[in-house]
């Protein structure tokens, strides 16, 4: 019951409805997730993490892990196309956030990694991403973060 609801709420473009909106950002996406549903923030920068499949291009990701377990992602669902949601305490679903998102040792427990905030409120952050609902061959438009010395 509470996986479908997550799901269901994970899915919603009314809510997530990225481009310009701050659910463009993956930090933002779980923010709104752990706020609504309780739980964290949960990320990482590649560099850091170079085994996970995710964020690579971004040179980092952030999803949430609610209070019972559940690790929601609703940018990698609208960008990607992925399952939303993870039990992890499912042992398929703990073997798919492994290769989503490297060993769960790497991944940071933070609320938002601040420069990333900043660099987005000083509008120097420019990452133009085509919806996986708008083009199925989701690609990156142009990611500015490493030239404009957020990393």
Same mark, same amino acid.
């Given at each position: 019951? #509470?996986?479908?609801?997550?799901?269901?709420?994970?899915?919603? @473009?009314?809510?997530?409805? =990225?481009?310009?909106?701050? %659910? !463009?950002?993956? %930090? *933002?996406?779980?923010?709104?997730?752990?706020?609504?549903? !309780?739980?964290?923030?949960? !990320?990482?920068?590649?560099?850091?993490?170079? /085994?996970? +499949?995710? =964020?690579? /291009?971004?040179?980092?990701?952030?999803? *949430?892990? %609610?209070?019972? #377990?559940?690790?929601?992602?609703?940018?990698?669902? $609208?960008?990607?196309? @992925?399952?939303?949601?993870?039990?992890?305490?499912?042992? *398929?679903?703990?073997?798919? *956030?492994?290769? +989503?998102?490297?060993?769960?040792?790497?991944?940071?427990? #933070? @609320?938002?990694?601040?420069?990333? #905030? /900043?660099?987005?409120?000083? &509008?120097? $952050?420019?990452? &133009?991403?085509?919806?996986?609902?708008?083009?199925?061959?989701?690609?990156?438009? =142009?990611? @500015?973060?490493? +030239? %404009? =010395?957020?990393?």
């Amino acid at each position: 019951m #509470r996986k479908k609801r997550l799901e269901r709420f994970s899915r919603s @473009e009314r809510i997530f409805p =990225g481009g310009e909106h701050e %659910t !463009g950002n993956c %930090t *933002a996406c779980a923010r709104i997730i752990s706020q609504r549903f !309780g739980g964290e923030v949960r !990320g990482y920068y590649h560099a850091d993490n170079p /085994t996970a +499949r995710v =964020g690579e /291009t971004q040179y980092g990701h952030d999803f *949430a892990v %609610t209070q019972d #377990r559940f690790l929601v992602d609703p940018w990698l669902y $609208h960008y990607y196309g @992925e399952p939303p949601v993870l039990d992890m305490d499912a042992p *398929a679903d703990r073997a798919e *956030a492994a290769a +989503r998102y490297g060993p769960e040792a790497n991944l940071d427990h #933070r @609320e938002i990694c601040l420069r990333i #905030r /900043t660099a987005m409120l000083n &509008g120097r $952050h420019n990452c &133009g991403w085509i919806r996986a609902s708008q083009a199925r061959a989701s690609r990156k438009v =142009g990611c @500015e973060r490493r +030239r %404009t =010395g957020i990393y």
